[in-house]
């Protein structure tokens, strides 16, 4: 009989032990931050491989640098970044919070140095736009994202901010952006095919996209969602 009495008290122990483990906080690892560097000015999109990682986790990568967006996965988080002008030159700490409180850090995981390029606030483009957006012009510029032109498209947000807009992944994204060619002038034009020379009179400077360019990468078996059929 006491033996019975035991194997009750043993199973109704492990009935309640298990649910407690099963719902006990993962505890964050952070194994890799990719790239490791950042400039001062940067707009970068950056990788953080792990483990117990939730969605709704805060990413903290310290003063002056901002965190604009982030997809968050178990094992992986990739967030789009801004990079202050006068960021702190140095190594710093990741950290990243889970919404359990459960806190996690890679002690200098990031490093932070001088910005080399495009190294001022510019005010908006002046200056007649149509020879810098014609392939056969000499004032043609492949640095579509520089200070004066296009540089807020990497900085767009969405309103979930755990869904990155098209721009930034088609710039930003190392594993996306490589479908859509190796400069930052291919990336845009890829969608942007015409410079509307005459009619508008500029007015719609590779504005327009014909809808039948998304079809490739959004049918079916493609490297899209399933958009079109």
């Known amino acids: 009989m006491k033996k019975y009495l035991l194997f009750i008290i043993f199973l ?63 094992k992986k988080i990739k967030a789009q970044i ?54 056969n012009s000499d004032q043609y510029r492949t640095d579509c994202t520089n200070a004066a032109c296009h540089r807020n498209k990497l900085k767009e947000t969405s309103l979930d901010s755990s869904i990155m807009t098209f721009h930034v992944l088609k710039v930003l994204d190392p594993q996306f952006s490589k479908f859509f060619g190796k400069t930052n002038d291919k990336k845009c034009v890829y969608c942007h095919k015409d410079t509307d020379l005459v009619e508008y009179s500029a007015g719609s400077l590779r504005k327009n996209v014909d809808v039948s360019i998304c079809y490739y990468c ?12």
């Open 12 to 74: 109704a122990l492990g009935l309640v032990i298990t649910p407690l483990n099963t719902f006990a906080a993962a505890k964050i690892k952070i194994s890799q931050v990719t790239p490791k560097i950042v400039k001062q000015n940067d707009i970068k999109m950056i990788s953080i491989k792990g483990s117990g990682f939730q969605k709704g986790a805060g990413l903290d990568l310290g003063e002056g640098i901002t965190v604009l967006s982030a997809n968050i996965a178990d």
């Open 82 to 135: 801004t990079a202050d002008l006068d960021a702190p030159i140095g190594k710093r700490d990741v950290v990243i919070t889970n919404p359990d409180g459960e806190k996690g850090q890679k002690k200098r995981g990031l490093l932070v140095k001088k910005c080399t390029e495009n190294c001022e606030d510019f005010g908006p483009f002046e200056g007649n736009p149509i020879p810098i957006h014609d392939k």
């Open 218 to 229: 959004h049918t079916k078996g493609s490297v899209g969602k399933e958009f079109y059929k």
